[in-house]
C-alpha cells in the first residue's frame, strides 16, 4: 500500500473540510442549487444502503463519479463499454451538482446513482463501506481526497480518466502541489487527455503513474452526432437552407452576439447567401426580446423558431427559443460559433467539429483543451472582435480553398481523438481482472 502525506491529510480535516462546510452552509442562504445539494443528500446512506441490498451478490460494483450533466454526457461510452466487457457489473453513477440527477436518472445503461457525499471522511468510510466498489472512477474533475485516501486504504482500485490540468491551475501552485501530491499519489492510475497535461501531472507524481489515453468525450460526441442525424428529418427538413452558407451560433450569451452579428449584418449585403442560426445558451424571453431589437438594429429581420410557419425566404436570422436541438442545427453549419468564452469559459467545441467545419469562439478558452487543439490545428479560431471574426468569414467566402483546409483540419482532429473509450476501459478492466 502507498504513504499518503498525514500531515496534509490532518490539514485537510481540520481547516479546508470545516471551512468548505461552512462556506456551504452560508452559501445555501443564497444560492438555490447549493441549497438543492444539500437537501436532497439527506438520507442519502439510507438510499445507498437500500441500492447495496439490491445488487446481486455475483456482481461487481464499479462507481463512476460524475460532477455534472456535462461529465456525465462523457462517461455515457465508457458505460456501454463497461457493460460488454464486464457481464457482471454493476454500474453506480455518482454525481455532485444538482444538475447531474435528470439526465442520469433516465439513463437505461445506468444501474444506480446517487449524489456523491461531501467529502468528510467518516462519510468516505461510509460510503464505501456500503457499497464496496471493485474500482472508483473519476470523470474529467471534481476529485475528492478523503474518497481517494478511503480507496486507497482498502486497496480499492481508483482511476482519474480524462484527466487535464490547464495551464492555470491552482493546482501547480505552491500550496497545491503539496495537498495534491498527497492524495493524486493514492490513485491507482491517472489517465489524461493529452501528453501536454501528463507533463503538467509529472510536476505532482510519477510518471510511471500517468497514462495518455485520450478523451472518451470525442467518442460520446460521435454517438450524439449519429443520434442528431436521425433526428433531423423533423428540424428545418423542408430544403428552406439549401443552397445557403449557414452560420450556427451556439451556446451565446450577449458578448458573443457583439462579435457575431455585427460582422454577419456586413457581410450579408456583400452575400447575400449567408444565413444566421442564433441558439442562446438561456432562451429566457427578456434575452430573447432584447436578443431579437439587437438584430433590428443591424437591418437585419429575425424570426424565432418557435413562430416559423413558412419558409425561410424573406428571413436573415433564426432565433432558436428551444432547448435541446442544437447538436441537431449543427449539421446545417458552413461554419460555427460557440459562445461562452467571452465569460466563465468556452462551451463544447467538439459539438460542431464532429461535423467537419471551422469552429469559432471567443478568448476565455484555455481551460478546455479540445479548443486549444482546435486552435493549435487551425481547425478553429479565437476572435477578439467583431473586425476580426468578420475578416476570417470574409476570406472563407472569397477562396473556398481557405474554408476547406480548416474544415478539414476540425475534422482530422476529431477523428484522432476517437478510441479513448476503448482504451480506458481495457486499463480499467486489467485491474479489476486481477
Given at each position: ?99 447531474g ?20 471522511f ?52 505552491w ?16 489517465l489524461?487527455v ?13 510518471p ?89 438594429g ?22 432558436i427559443d ?13 461554419i ?40 493549435q ?58
Open positions: 500500500m502507498k504513504n499518503f502525506h498525514p500531515i496534509w491529510r490532518l490539514a485537510y480535516n481540520a481547516a479546508i473540510i470545516p471551512s468548505l462546510y461552512l462556506s456551504l452552509q452560508v452559501a445555501r442562504l443564497f444560492n438555490k442549487k447549493v441549497q438543492a445539494g444539500i437537501k436532497e443528500r439527506e438520507g442519502l446512506f439510507e438510499r445507498l444502503e437500500e441500492i447495496r441490498r439490491q445488487i446481486p451478490e455475483n456482481h461487481s460494483v464499479i462507481v463512476i463519479h460524475c460532477a455534472s450533466a456535462g461529465e456525465f454526457e462523457a462517461a455515457r461510452p465508457l458505460l456501454d463499454a463497461f457493460r460488454k466487457k464486464i457481464s457482471n457489473a454493476w454500474l453506480h453513477v455518482t454525481f455532485y451538482s444538482p444538475s440527477s435528470k439526465p442520469i436518472s433516465k439513463a437505461a445503461e445506468v444501474d444506480s446513482y446517487s449524489y456523491l457525499p461531501f467529502d468528510a467518516f462519510a468516505a468510510k461510509r460510503f464505501f463501506d456500503i457499497l464496496n466498489p471493485a474500482a472508483f472512477i473519476i470523470v474529467k474533475h471534481d476529485i475528492w481526497p478523503n474518497l481517494i485516501w478511503e480507496a486507497q486504504r482498502r486497496s480499492i482500485p481508483s482511476f482519474w480518466i480524462n484527466a487535464n490540468l490547464h495551464r492555470r491551475t491552482r493546482r501547480l501552485s500550496f497545491g502541489k503539496g495537498l495534491n501530491r498527497s492524495f493524486l499519489k493514492a490513485l491507482t492510475g491517472v489524461t493529452d501528453d501536454e497535461h501528463a507533463i503538467r501531472f509529472s510536476e505532482l507524481i510519477s510511471t503513474n500517468i497514462d495518455v489515453l485520450g478523451d472518451s468525450r470525442y467518442d460520446r460526441t460521435l454517438q450524439r452526432m449519429q443520434s442528431a442525424r436521425e433526428k433531423a428529418g423533423s428540424i428545418l427538413a423542408d430544403g428552406s437552407l439549401a443552397g445557403k452558407k449557414v452560420i450556427v451560433a451556439g451556446s451565446t450569451w450577449g458578448p458573443d452576439h457583439r462579435i457575431i452579428i455585427p460582422a454577419y449584418a456586413a457581410l450579408k449585403k456583400k452575400y447575400p447567401d449567408l444565413f444566421l442560426i442564433l441558439v442562446p445558451h438561456e432562451p429566457h424571453e427578456s434575452f430573447l426580446s432584447e436578443t431579437t431589437q439587437y438584430l433590428r443591424y437591418g437585419l429581420n429575425p424570426i424565432r423558431y418557435s413562430q416559423l410557419s413558412g419558409g425561410l425566404s424573406h428571413v436573415d436570422v433564426l432565433v428551444k432547448i435541446g436541438i442544437l447538436a441537431v442545427l449543427y449539421q446545417y453549419a458552413w460555427a460559433y460557440v459562445g461562452g468564452a467571452f465569460g466563465d469559459g468556452v462551451h463544447s467545441v467538439l459539438e460542431p467539429a464532429v461535423y467537419g467545419i471551422p469552429v469559432f469562439f471567443g478568448p476565455e478558452y484555455y481551460m478546455a483543451q479540445e479548443a486549444i487543439s482546435l486552435v490545428r487551425q481547425g478553429g479560431h479565437s476572435v477578439t472582435s467583431s473586425t476580426e471574426f468578420e475578416r476570417f468569414l470574409d476570406s472563407y467566402l472569397k477562396d473556398k480553398n481557405i474554408h476547406q483546409t480548416d474544415a478539414d483540419n476540425s475534422q482530422r482532429l476529431v477523428d484522432r481523438g476517437l478510441g479513448a473509450t476503448e482504451r480506458i476501459v481495457n486499463y480499467i478492466g486489467d485491474y479489476l481482472r486481477k
